[in-house]
């Protein structure tokens, strides 16, 4: 659930997401954008945004130096432009923060059980120790 609400005066975020910047990134650079505000809309993505024939006007490319660090809710439209510096390259670490009862990323994978649930095929789990296991479940 990428859920980003507000509940009886209180915020809830259930996935949050942390780019920590290696390298500068100036304007028009390319990289990582996002959408202000856009985790509050409660409405999908329109497509043309997603293939950027249109609502450009919308996305933000920011200016970062590196030892930056940007934190959002996963529930934000975010990605990435194409790189356009040749004279460097683009570095950067993410990471993404969920409580226990939630997972992240089952969604890339897209393969569905005969039960309706979603889970890694079973040929992931070929020479997988208990523990690397135990991490993919």
């Not at 920590?20 to 809309?41: A, Q, R």
């Amino acid at each position: 659930n990428l859920a980003y609400n507000c509940f009886r005066d209180s915020l809830h975020c259930a996935l949050l997401g942390v780019s920590v910047f290696l390298s500068d990134v100036e304007d028009n650079d390319g990289g990582f954008c996002i959408v202000p505000g856009s985790h509050k809309s409660n409405f999908p993505m329109p497509t043309e945004m997603i293939h950027g024939d249109k609502y450009s006007e919308f996305i933000v490319q920011p200016k970062i130096e590196a030892g930056d660090v940007v934190l959002f809710s996963e529930g934000t439209v975010h990605g990435s432009l194409p790189w356009n510096n040749p004279k460097r390259q683009r570095r950067s670490a993410l990471y993404r923060f969920a409580p226990a009862t939630n997972s992240y990323g089952r969604s890339y994978f897209r393969h569905e059980e005969e039960d309706g649930v979603c889970r890694w095929p079973e040929k992931m789990y070929e020479n997988l120790t208990d523990a690397q296991r135990a991490v993919l479940e």
